[in-house]
């Protein structure tokens, strides 16, 4: 049986906050149990889908009130993501969960998006309310194209995955990766133009680091995995936009999905994209495609 688990480093350091953390995921395990694994009737998915929401929008109240009392200068950026998830993300879920009458598939992507923002959101923004992993961010220089990569991508994702990833150089859209999922996504921003990404990983290497950051083993790249996935790169987005002086919230996902080769090959055949990076684990290597369209 697949296991999400707590993991330490979700830790920030604040009792009342991780204490409620450990709850949430711990509510998604066991949603997980019970109708994805043992495949229990529906009336246990709805009460503990409802339970989930209630708790988090509890915890959401008290970590913005720990946020105002410690006089955090980002509680305003923070509650605005917290009711994104509030008012947005969760009525939609529930939304797709009783149009398809709580099928296997609505209920994974309810349980790939809850846990990758909880992940996501613990290891970028509420680890920044005690100063945690800021220090590299903070000192992005948007001319140096090192200081971007590092501050923007790699260290972020270091913490994340808690992985020595390493920036490999540029990336030819012509190499191969063995094994590898095309995972594109496309934001709006308020000017009128689009970025769009493209993840080439190995689908070994995609299920690992799906793995770590959920406490999960995967065997093939689910709803589960897909979700929770895009809901970890929303994070990273929002925190690139961040750093270039835009708002959290500008850039708006508008698409994502994995790519067959063929379809990567053709989008890629008459023009490059802009960025090519290549990044190293000690498995394998895993590229980002980044471009404005």
């Known amino acids: 049986m697949q296991q999400i688990q707590w993991q330490g480093r979700f830790n920030i350091g604040v009792e ?13 395990q066991k949603i997980m149990e019970l109708y994805v694994e043992k495949h229990e009737d529906k009336f246990a998915c709805v009460e503990g889908i409802k339970y989930f929401k209630a708790y988090a929008l509890k915890h959401f109240a008290e970590e ?8 955090y200068p980002g509680y305003l950026a923070h509650k605005r993501l917290h009711d994104r998830l509030k008012w947005e993300t969760l009525p939609a879920l529930e939304k797709a969960l009783y149009n398809s009458n709580f099928s296997t598939e609505a209920v994974q992507r309810f349980i790939g998006v809850c846990t ?25 220089d948007q001319n140096d194209e090192m ?12 913490e994340m995955f808690g992985a020595n990833i390493q920036f490999a150089g540029k990336f030819s859209t012509k190499d191969r990766i063995a094994g590898a999922q095309y995972y594109k996504l496309v934001y709006g921003a308020p000017q009128g133009y689009k970025l769009r990404f493209v993840l080439v990983i190995g689908e070994e290497l995609l299920l690992h680091a799906a793995g770590l950051m959920l406490g999960m083993d995967f065997y093939a790249p689910d709803e589960t995995v897909r979700f929770a996935m895009q809901e970890i790169a929303q994070s990273l987005i929002q925190r690139a936009a961040a750093s270039f002086g835009e708002h959290p919230d500008a850039l708006k996902l508008e698409e994502d999905r994995f790519l067959e080769e063929e379809e990567y090959d053709r989008l890629f055949m008459e023009q490059v994209p802009q960025y090519s990076l290549l990044f190293r684990t000690k498995q394998e290597c895993f590229a980002l495609c980044i471009d404005q369209i």
């Open 16 to 28: 009342m906050i991780d204490q409620a953390h450990r709850h949430l995921f711990s509510i998604v």
């Open 64 to 71: 913005e009130a720990y946020m105002r009392e410690i006089r």
């Open 116 to 140: 990758g923002w909880l992940t996501g959101h613990i290891m970028i923004e509420d680890r920044a309310i005690t100063g945690k992993g800021m220090e590299e961010f903070a000192f992005v």
């Open 147 to 158: 200081s971007v990569i590092h501050g923007v991508f790699l260290q972020p994702l270091r």
